[in-house]
């Protein structure tokens, strides 16, 4: 089981994750590629929380296939195209993180690689 840490000792997390999280000895460990909007169908929805959807739905498959949950995520990292979309993507995460408290990163980027992307994650999954 995957430790989180919040220390007492420093400002509290502003939203849903963790300062840090530990990995015990042993564990397997999943990187994935920044998964952006893209459907299954090729096509790529408008609009941040809709690929936002998209993103935690491509991530949770790459987890099961590895036989791993939401709750293994140890590390996320997102990437947004413009600072206004922080709040619904966010709200949109949030569904899919649940009560889970990942380390995370949320940086707001002038361009993904085309244009019709708001909005791209990586994570790191651990399983002991």
């Known amino acids: 089981m995957n ?12 939203a849903a994750y963790s300062h840090g999280v530990e990995i015990p000895p042993g564990a397997r460990i999943l990187h994935t590629a920044g998964e952006i909007g893209i459907a299954p169908d090729g ?5 941040v929380e809709a690929q936002t959807e998209v993103v935690w739905n491509n991530l949770t498959a790459i987890l ?8 293994d995520v140890v590390k996320v990292v997102t990437y947004i195209t413009r600072e206004e979309d922080f709040l619904p993507m966010a709200t949109t995460r949030a569904k899919f993180l649940g009560d889970s408290r990942p380390a995370s990163t949320a940086v707001v980027v002038k361009a993904l690689a085309k244009p019709e992307w708001l909005v791209e994650v990586e994570l790191i999954a651990a399983k002991a």
């Not at 840490?5 to 502003?14: E, F, R, Y």
């Not at 096509?43 to 609009?47: A, F, K, L, N, R």
């Not at 099961?64 to 709750?71: P, V």
Request: no cysteine; charged share 15%.
């Open 3 to 14: 430790t989180r840490h919040v220390p007492g000792n420093i400002a509290p997390p502003i």
């Open 43 to 47: 096509t790529t929805p408008d609009g």
């Open 64 to 71: 099961e296939s590895a036989n791993m949950g939401i709750d």
